[in-house]
């Protein structure tokens, strides 16, 4: 089922709604941000000079930067008493990035979360349980009112106590599952080790899985343990731009459908910012068309991915964008928590007793990711106690900071690989 | 009277300990004593030689992690209950130990590496004892 008629409008049609929204846009943040003034003012342009879509390349970028040097609410281009909601993202350096939402934008989000459940293949009869976890995390919240607004029965049970989960699906009859796909891997191991098949003991025919990349393997897995009837389908989005919606992947699986009535993606060369052509691969950047609270305007999500303007033989004309295929940072996502190298960077210089040297490596350890971090003892010791004290702090030190345990793996000076470039200091084995 | 043990790092990998042998052999540098401890990430080499500056110096400059660590090297009756006795000394200080290994056995004396938590107490409450300490010159 296709939920609203904008999913099938002609190109022409949907180029239409989007030069008038951006226009508008434009002009509001011109007016009321004085970050986007400051920008537009340094290079010469006017909201007037926006009089195609094709003007959209003139506009300047917003990186997470901006927002973080606005902090808390720069970039809003409404009064705060006008925010219902606020949310902030999982960014773990320093100040989050946070985003507000007008009751509009609380309408909007949930209109696009609905295109995305019904793309998945949820209905009113869907019993739906969201294992996100609650709170500033928009992706809960997200799915949780796009679902109740398409009339499915919602279970908020949150993430944790795996075995509580299982009982609700088993006992509420759980229908749809709102999960990262290791947590739904994760949970069809608790439900086999409480003697459940999830394939034939519960009803779970619907997986709408995000916050963490669904590659081709981890569907595989997921149709292996949840049944090969499972309709799996993946959805993109984040916090700056709203949350989840932005796109999602309709059961032809053939990409994910971005909601272009509400956002204008372009595809860049990370490098120079130059905008590629149709089908090129490179950095994706979301224009929010229709937003009130925090109207970024080509907010760079540093995902690298490509787009498809052909129509879907799903029926939607809205055009496709690739499963992410890498970040144009290094930014790295480890069980849905984002991870930036200069983070763990920063806690090893804090040690004496180490080098400046260091490896990040990511496994995956049954349905889990496994972190581990290679480092350089230059201080030694004569005593083992020291050795584990050591590794116990930085062990615990990066878990303040990421909210991860990691693996601390001691190596003599010298032995990780030095780089005459730009250093690779990850090691990313999970889809190997 | 304290001696120096050198701490040498090692990754629980191939050809390691030999790597630092190696170094050793090369700049002509006896071992007096060793104890090799480890667990499954890596192991700690603890050595007594008969030049444990050069000894650290050529290691570090060789790429391990060490650590030059004040000792005491203990000359006890190479008989039953030897040991024990010290030990007991030690214990009615309230001094505890951290490491200790066997060093050599020479005609009736026989000789131990200690390091204690509280290292000055310990040599302070030993030398009252008379007991006997070796150094890495005359072992």
Redesign the interface.
Known sequence: MIWSKEETLSRREIEEIQLSRLKETVNRVYEKVLPYKKKMDEIGLKPDDIKSLKDLSKLPFITKQDMRDTYPFGLFAVDKKELVRIHASSGTTGKPTVVGYTKNDLKTWTECVSRIACMGGASKEDIAQICFGYGMFTGALGLHYGLENIGATIVPSSTGNSEKQIMYMQDFGTSLLVATPSYALRLAEVANSMGIDPKKDLSVKIGLVGSELLTDAMRAEMHKVWGDDMKITSNYGMSELMGPGVSGECLEHCGMHINEDYFIPEIINPATGEVLPEGEKGELVVTCIKKEGLPLIRYRTKDITRLFYEPCKCGRTFCRMENPSGRSDDMLKVRGVNVFPSQIEEVILSFAELGPHYEIIVEREGYSDKLSVRVE????????SD?EKLTANIRYKIKTVLGLDVKI???????LKRFEGKAKRIIDLRNK | MFSKQLSVFIENRKGRLGEVLGVLKENDINILSLSLADTTEYGLLRIITDNPETAKKKLSDSGFSTMLTDVLIIKIPHESGSLQTLLTLLTENGINIEYMYGLSVNGEKASVVLKAEDALKAERILTENGVEFLSTDNI
């Open positions: 003892l230059v201080k030694s010791t004569d005593s083992f050795l793996i001691l190596e003599s000076p010298n032995t």
